[in-house]
């Protein structure tokens, strides 16, 4: 199911934007940029992260590389 909700998403989301312009263009943009954000974030912290931290060993050096992990995906992201 995933491998066709994708593409069609993609398509209808191309479609809808190419119908809005202005501010409409730029919220429609903004929303689901987020929503695409939010569940990258999601998957993240959820999966992989908890992965991570459940070993006992090196448990601070692993919490100082994900805020440096995010610190820059923060940096990056306020340049683009």
Do not use: C, H, N
Not at 41 to 48: E, H, L, N, P, S
């Amino acid at each position: 199911m995933f491998y066709t909700t994708t593409p069609v998403g993609i398509l209808l989301g191309t479609w809808w934007a190419a119908l809005l312009e202005g501010p409409a263009e730029a919220k429609f943009e903004g929303i689901f940029d987020a929503l695409a954000a939010g569940t990258f974030f999601y998957i993240a912290v959820m999966d992989i992260l908890s992965e991570e931290f459940k070993g006992a060993t090196q448990r601070w050096a692993r919490y100082a590389m994900a805020v440096l992990g995010f610190s820059v995906m923060a940096i990056v992201a306020i340049w683009t």
